[in-house]
């Protein structure tokens, strides 16, 4: 039978394995080498000489390698090329242009020219514009002044349509010599970390080119004359072609090569695999075989991405790991660790560090180094007994954190420093299995990598089994292009994720079908001796193979957002007029506030935090003013976006929408509701314009105004809702026309419905109300019988203008604003992200400094033991269940949301429910976690802070309550609420 090669290149060791079938036939470890492709050479060689050992003979037909040339060449910036970005976006998304989500120390490497030109699609497939090709042409000649000679096309929702495809030839018709990726051929939904990973993905192609070459020759000079193929971050496999064109597939494919090798080795489908290494434990989930693959965004060497990458946390425990004794007899192992230089520093190498490889000779579980040179007093049986409970307490809690269910699971040790767990048994396990060449699973995986495809698309299911058979059948195709066998081939995953927002009988979802199988291989000569072959070179004839990168353990899904604004942290600004002057470092510390104040819901910050960071470096200024500034004859605009997060990040604002919707309001106000004191007269004289729904609302579906003209002295802007994307977008429109921005907002928190809105909690009219889209479109509610009927007529608007609009509601007075918004909501938000940034640059708690200053209670810190949410007429309904540790060890609790978090009870005792803010946290960050996030196994703590009074009230519970939400409960107030320093004054002169 033919033999297959895996090797797999880490930070420290290069592993390789020859295997005939399912059977390692041969292994071989090898310090990895500078040059990378030298060290993997010796560990074949290695490979080849124990497979002879064992008397075995066979022809190599494939090589598959895992490597860490591609993140070397991120971290240490090496290699790099600079790329230009083509985003077919029309109308919409260029408030935020390619690059805009990239450090300025890579973006000072990568930039090569970006260029937003007409093109890009809705989620359900309509062009928001057709193709300008004399645009391409323009970035054609300007893209080559400049040198680049790597591009990136990027459209749109172009999963749904083929004008990435299309613009991809025409590019490559006028300049034959540039290299191209086209982005929905590399990720998913999200078009700036889309963008980000496609960029990674152009700039890797040189090194991709080079390394492929070097190892073909290496391999060459082995005498073998075979198939090279490259394993990616899902555990199967690239062929050459592809590892070419999409070397970002490869990033991380150490850690699933682990994953693999575990279920190759044991069998074993499902479970949990624990790697453990010289310096570090890296812990993923097997499904199916293949690793469970981490949320839609993950952090590749600090940059911003969402392709398929395995879930897996890292903890540090290893052969290296530092163990230290206290006076008191208490044990500690880790995280410091010798590494390296574990040879020369550990006991049993002649050194004076104490380590977990000491404990494993003292054991007779390794047999390295000199046990004679231990100190038998120090490595008495009492501290031994200690060091193996605490390693067993760190795997015990990395397993813990990576389940999905609180059952037990299978464990399956691997990895040289497996051996470290004494006892086959962890609490968290049903079973735990050490299978045989544990020490070489990786290579394992990397030699019996299949062959995968993927369709990820939004969709419309209107006939849900013609779409899915039809799916099914395209990904077949993939499959067959890829080299895989579209007749014996498994589907792995099938994912339905239907879009928030979307109603009445439409359908929308995100599918996702991902299919592996065998690779095709047309094998030749299967009767000649390779291993005899290999076993006869001499390796100095490939000493002459050379690289640029010096391998590194790096750490792959690090989030480093915002780290280089942080650092430059400063004191509010508010000048002699008494205006808070927004600096870079408040908008960090708004964006952090706004995901407390979200409360699981509305929407992600991020998109406004990175276009008023824009504005500001762009030289634009934005002040808040005090509510009692509000001059007497002042007019206040609200604002923000209706919309689903799913579509918001991939048709991102064009920075029109709410400025549009803004500037409609008021010139509805001049042309419509100044100029008829009865509106049903209005309504009357233009019947031909005014449409009237099922609920008696009447609305103009696209409304132009005479003159769009504004006079915007005395004129501020004010925020709907604090919580969520809404939170920034008024300080942006702030930034864009020059207005001052009044701090204070509508709802005081995040909530689902227009209904909630203050003015309108208070019977104030919610007409007239406008939704502008990225094309202009405007649409006007005339009048209405309710904030509830206006809110369901603009879902259906919102919907036909693809799901997403900026949106203002009826302007108001300095006494409205006092009478119907909480005061000093953008303050609020500043101090709660600067009280958890300083937290944690101080290495202190930032969940009670959020207490502390807000007079909230702790409800619970620990675990999500369980979650269950599902999409009901248009919005994300579920529950966690969150177990205690420590202090609240013997308690556990529900939280129940409603697109945000409504109740949180004990068993039968309802500990809060809204109005007052129930908000899940990151147990260590102290930021808010969307409920569309929240998954078993994540540390939170479960918080409440108190409700401002404006949701108090009688009339308020009424919409806002626990009983408006269907909750037969009596609110009762968490805590007095203690109000919020205002940053900007009053100015009385």
């Known amino acids: ?125 309509t062009p928001i514009s057709q193709i300008n090709f004399n645009q391409i042409e323009d970035a054609i000649r300007d893209i080559k002044l400049k040198g680049v000679a790597n591009c990136v096309i990027s459209g749109v929702f172009s999963s749904v349509d083929s004008q990435e495809i299309a613009v991809g030839e025409y590019l490559k018709s006028k300049f034959p010599d540039i290299s191209v990726t086209l982005s929905h051929q590399v990720s998913s939904t999200g078009i700036l970390e889309r963008e980000n990973a496609s960029l990674l993905n152009e700039t890797l192609k040189p090194i991709s080119k080079n390394m492929l070459r070097s190892f073909e020759v290496g391999i060459e000079n082995l005498g073998l004359d075979c198939n090279v193929f490259f394993t990616q971050n899902d555990g199967t496999l690239l062929t050459p072609e592809d590892a070419l064109t999409y070397p970002v597939r490869s990033v991380s494919c150490g850690p699933t090569n682990s994953l693999r090798g575990g279920y190759f080795l044991s069998g074993i489908k499902d479970g949990i695999v624990v790697d453990i290494g010289g310096t570090t434990t890296d812990v993923g989930a097997l499904v199916g075989g293949f690793p469970r693959q981490a949320g839609s965004v993950v952090y590749m060497g600090g940059i911003r991405t969402n392709f398929s990458l395995p879930d897996t946390s890292s903890v540090g425990l290893g052969g290296g790991s530092v163990v230290g004794v206290g006076v008191d007899g208490i044990v500690t192992v880790g995280p410091r660790s010798v590494g390296h230089r574990l040879e020369t520093d550990s006991l049993v190498f002649g050194g004076d560090v104490f380590t977990t490889t000491d404990v494993a000779v003292a054991e007779d579980l390794l047999d390295i180094g000199n046990k004679d040179l231990l100190d038998k007093e120090l490595l008495d049986k009492a501290v031994i007994d200690k060091v193996h409970n605490k390693i067993l307490e760190i795997v015990e809690d990395a397993v813990d954190q990576m389940k999905t269910s609180k059952e037990p699971v299978k464990v399956l040790l691997v990895g040289g420093g497996s051996c470290l767990i004494k006892s086959l048994e962890l609490k968290c396990a049903s079973q735990v299995i050490r299978p045989p060449f544990y020490d070489v699973a990786n290579a394992v995986g990397a030699a019996l990598s299949q062959i995968s495809a993927t369709f990820d698309r939004i969709v419309i299911m209107d006939n849900r089994e013609r779409t899915l058979s039809d799916a099914k059948e395209e990904a077949k195709v993939m499959l067959g292009r890829a080299g895989g066998d579209m007749d014996n081939n498994e589907i792995t995953e099938i994912s339905e994720i239907q879009l928030s927002y979307v109603q009445g009988t439409v359908n929308t979802v995100r599918l996702k079908i991902k299919i592996v199988s065998d690779l095709l291989l047309q094998v030749d000569d299967v009767g000649r001796d390779d291993i005899a072959g290999v076993c006869s070179r001499d390796l100095s004839a490939i000493e ?411 009339e308020a519970l009424r919409v806002v309550g626990p009983k408006a939400f269907g909750y037969d409960v009596t609110y009762n107030p968490i805590g007095d609420y203690m109000g919020t320093r205002p940053i900007p004054t009053f100015n009385l002169e």
């Open 544 to 954: 002459r193979l050379s690289g640029s990168f010096n391998p590194k353990s790096v750490e792959i899904l690090k989030n480093v957002e915002g780290s280089e604004i942080v650092e430059q942290h400063t004191e509010a600004v508010v000048n002699k007029d008494g205006e808070w002057i927004v600096s870079l470092y408040d908008v960090e510390c708004m964006s952090v506030g706004a995901t407390i104040l979200g409360c699981g819901g509305g929407g992600s910050p991020r998109a406004g935090r990175l276009r008023l960071i824009k504005m500001l470096k762009d030289g634009r200024t934005t002040k808040i003013i005090d509510p009692s500034s509000i001059p007497r004859d002042g007019k206040v605009v609200n604002i923000a976006f209706m919309g689903a997060p799913t579509i918001l990040i991939e048709k991102l604002c064009t920075g029109k929408e709410t400025v549009q919707a803004v500037t409609y309001l008021r010139r509805v106000y001049s042309e419509i509701v100044d100029k008829f004191t009865d509106i049903d007269v209005f309504i009357k004289n233009n019947g031909n314009l005014c449409k009237v729904d099922d609920k008696g609302v009447v609305y103009i579906e696209d409304w132009s105004p005479v003159d769009a003209g504004v006079n915007w002295s005395n004129t501020s802007v004010i925020c709907a809702e604090v919580g969520g994307l809404n939170s920034l977008e008024p300080v942006a429109i702030g930034a864009a026309l020059g207005i001052p921005v009044v701090d204070a907002d509508g709802m005081g928190r995040a909530f689902p419905e227009l209904q909630m809105f203050g003015p309108f909690v208070y019977g104030e009219s919610s007409a007239p109300a406008v939704l502008t889209d990225n094309k202009g479109r405007c649409a006007v509610i005339v009048k209405s019988p309710s904030a509830k009927a206006t809110e369901d007529r603009f879902r259906f608007i919102v919907t036909e203008m693809g799901i997403s609009g900026g949106l203002s509601m009826v302007s108001c007075d300095k006494e409205g604003v006092g009478r119907y918004f909480v005061a000093n909501s953008l303050s609020r938000i500043r101090h709660l992200g600067h009280a958890v940034l300083t937290a944690k640059r101080e290495n202190k708690s930032p969940v009670g400094r959020i207490i502390e200053m807000e007079n909230g209670k702790l409800l619970i810190s620990g675990k999500i033991v369980d979650s269950f949410r599902r999409i009901q007429g248009g919005f994300n309904f579920g529950s966690i269940t969150v177990q205690g540790t420590r202090a609240f060890a013997d308690k556990s609790i529900v939280v129940e949301f409603q697109n945000e978090n409504l109740i949180a009870k004990c068993g039968d005792e309802i500990l809060a429910s809204v109005p007052d803010l129930i908000a899940v946290l990151n147990l260590e960050l102290g930021t808010g976690i969307p409920c569309e996030e929240l998954r078993y196994g994540l540390r939170v703590s479960v918080i409440c802070l108190p409700a401002p009074p404006l949701l108090t009230t009688p």
């Open 1 to 125: 039978m033919a033999v297959v090669v895996g090797i797999d290149v880490g930070g420290t060791n290069t592993d390789c394995v020859l295997m005939r079938g399912s059977n390692v036939i041969g292994c071989s470890k090898s310090t990895t080498s500078t040059d990378v492709t030298m060290g993997a050479m010796r560990a074949l060689h290695g490979a080849a000489v124990d497979a002879r050992s064992r008397n075995e003979k066979g022809r190599i037909v494939q090589v598959n390698i895992g490597t860490t040339h591609f993140m070397n060449a991120l971290v240490e910036r090496k290699g790099l090329v600079r790329v230009a970005i083509i985003r077919l976006c029309g109308s919409a998304s260029t408030a935020l242009p390619p690059f805009s989500d990239i450090s300025s120390s890579l973006h000072n490497v990568l930039f090569g020219g970006e260029y937003m030109v007409d093109g890009g699609c809705e989620y359900n497939g």
